[in-house]
């Protein structure tokens, strides 16, 4: 069964490294050893205040996040789960983080997709989370350059489901961080529904120009 499942991927999809296009011998993963290894060299956390992440969003995140969520390559988020594991999970430990979000996508992004990004890497590292609606569909936030329209194609796309935040502390998770209009909005959902103890964000990737 495992020969004929490798076949079937051989045959209709690409076994190039997500990095740097190399044909990867292993059909368990999508990024050949040696991009996997400058990627964990690179995995350090960096934080501008309240806000953490691994890596700036630069060509080899951009490709390895667009093959992730547009080309079908769920099984990425194995090898993602991988990279960030350690300093994920001391995050939690260290900012005793009571409740993790992962922000959500729309319907319509779900039907597309298959998956929501980030509840599977979670569910990769066994991590428990809360979930948020997101009642709008909305436009991808990458193709809209200017920041007050970011700003209002996000406004009110959020709805926080009835979870006793009172004095917790929230870590909310998203893959990337750009100017920070989605997580502005989710964090006015949340505080407006509770009063939580303080709120943190990490996402794998943070734009460089990206200020708080």
Do not use: W
């Amino acid at each position: 069964m495992k020969s004929l499942s490798q076949s079937f991927r051989k045959l209709f999809f690409s076994v190039k490294c997500s990095v740097c296009g190399k044909i990867i011998e292993d059909e368990n993963n999508y990024i050949c050893h040696e991009c996997f290894k400058i990627l964990k060299r690179k995995a350090e956390m960096k934080n501008i205040f309240n806000y953490y992440f691994l890596y700036y969003y630069d060509e080899d995140i951009k490709k390895i996040i667009a093959d992730y969520k547009l080309k079908n390559r769920k099984g990425l988020s194995r090898e993602i789960s991988i990279l960030i594991k350690k300093p994920l999970k001391e995050l939690i430990q260290e900012k005793r983080i009571n409740i993790v979000i992962p922000v959500p996508i729309s319907r319509n992004r779900m039907r597309e997709r298959g998956f929501n990004q980030i509840e599977e890497i979670l569910e990769e590292l066994d991590i428990d989370y809360k979930t948020m609606d997101r009642i709008k569909d909305t436009e991808h936030m990458y193709s809209i350059l200017e920041e007050k329209k970011r700003e209002e194609n996000i406004k009110k796309a959020f709805k926080h489901n009835e979870v006793d935040a009172d004095g917790k502390n929230i870590l909310i998770i998203d893959d990337i961080v750009t100017t920070g209009s989605t997580i502005r909005e989710v964090v006015k959902e949340i505080r407006k529904r509770s009063s939580p103890k303080e709120i943190y964000v990490f996402s794998i990737a943070m734009s460089r120009f990206f200020k708080k």
